[in-house]
């Protein structure tokens, strides 16, 4: 099996990631919101169901985002989802605008799926690790080095990176994708979530060439303390997303996409959960099941090192007053002008990166998909 080398491992390219990612994180700060009354959550409430009433746009939010923002899609009529889930609803729903909580690849799988409708973010700052250390020049000459490999890319890319691939696979995807793939004798390059990369490649023993980049969230999460922890919870199931490290997988009784981590908490019989993703999920882990407890699985803490112990800073960027001013920009401008917060993708671009999209969308539909694990 191909072992993760590539030009992406090289010392010098992994340090310049690291300052990359490191000046996208400092613009957050920015963004942070005093925390708000009650009265003023409300308001803030009331005036954005009033402008997605008489905007009639859809907003559609990922599991990862502020509580408040998951309520606000479910109680419009939107939807809150897992990545794959969030682009099927966009495609599929009848709105002409839509509103994506989440963070910018989110945004550019809608618009590329419906380029006749109008995206809108509450903030376009909002982006990914993965997708920062994937840059589109970088990545073309990885593939134009390896011409013989089918081209796998992880959803949380840019609409380039996704325009220059054969597929592109969410979480809840990937596996049976890859799996289909390689019964099909083909070999694979993958990118960017090593981790991720390396679990299907483990997992389906694919020959697949793994990019090296890696979620800043997801890579905190310690397999030691979650040993530790285990032994505190000796009858907790641990799920875990598998963007994860190999070791904090190799302890999971569940391994899939941020659907599927909910779905197995509901179906397994265990009343408590050792939960290795975002803790913005636990809103509608504890929804759906009151009665049960869950635990975030321990991170490198939050007086160390880690600036998103459990909590994707992108994701948090999506903000009740970045929502507002998105929603009241959108009652005053001209259907034909920009937005400040509208997602734009070159259409020839677009054009190419649906196809690996649609393809994926098909593959999905077509396929009743599993999820992986020890429970
Ligand atoms: P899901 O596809 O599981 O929603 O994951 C998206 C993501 O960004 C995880 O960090
Ligand atoms: Fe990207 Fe990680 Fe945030 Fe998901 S949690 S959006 S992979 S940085």
Request: negative net charge; glycine residues 4%; hydrophobic residues 45%.
């Amino acid at each position: 099996m191909q072992e993760t080398t590539n030009i992406s491992s090289l010392p010098e390219r992994l340090a310049a990631d690291t300052q990359l990612v490191k000046s996208y994180l400092d613009k957050i700060d920015a963004f942070q919101t005093d925390s708000l009354s009650a009265a003023e959550e409300a308001d803030y409430k009331r005036r954005i169901l009033d402008a997605l009433a008489s905007s009639g746009a859809k907003m559609v939010a990922h599991y990862y985002t502020d509580p408040v923002l998951q309520d606000l899609a479910e109680e419009s009529g939107g939807f809150v989802g897992d990545s794959l889930e969030m682009a099927r609803f966009g495609r599929d729903c009848d709105a002409s605008t839509l509103i994506v909580a989440g963070v910018r690849f989110m945004g550019e799988s809608a618009k590329i799926l419906s380029p006749d409708k109008r995206v809108i973010m509450p903030t376009l700052e909002a982006t990914c690790s993965l997708d920062i250390a994937c840059p589109i020049l970088e990545f073309s000459a990885f593939c134009d080095a390896n011409p013989d490999r089918t081209v796998v890319v992880y959803a949380n890319t840019s609409a380039a990176v996704k325009a220059r691939a054969d597929w592109v696979v969410t979480s809840s995807v990937a596996l049976d994708i890859v799996e289909h793939l390689m019964e099909r004798g083909e070999k694979i390059l993958w990118a960017p979530d090593r981790h991720l990369g390396r679990y299907i490649r483990d997992t389906t023993g694919a020959d697949m060439l793994l990019w090296d980049s890696a979620c800043i969230v997801h890579e905190e999460f310690k397999a030691r303390g979650l040993r530790d922890m285990r032994a505190l919870y000796p009858d907790a199931a641990v799920l875990a997303h598998p963007e994860s490290p190999a070791e904090v997988l190799a302890i999971a009784d569940v391994i899939g996409s941020t659907t599927q981590i909910i779905k197995a908490s509901q179906a397994l019989p265990n009343s408590q959960f050792i939960v290795a993703t975002d803790r913005g999920i636990f809103h509608k882990l504890q929804r759906l099941s009151p009665e049960k407890e869950f635990i975030v699985a321990p991170t490198a803490g939050n007086e160390a090192t880690c600036r998103s112990c459990a909590s994707c800073p992108w994701m948090g960027m999506n903000t009740l007053p970045t929502l507002l001013a998105a929603l009241q920009e959108l009652q005053v401008v001209e259907a034909n002008d920009g937005l400040t917060n509208e997602v734009f993708v070159d259409a020839a671009v677009g054009e190419r990166a649906m196809k690996p999209l649609q393809r994926m969308l098909d593959f999905a539909a077509a396929n009743a998909l599993k999820v992986r694990g020890k429970a």
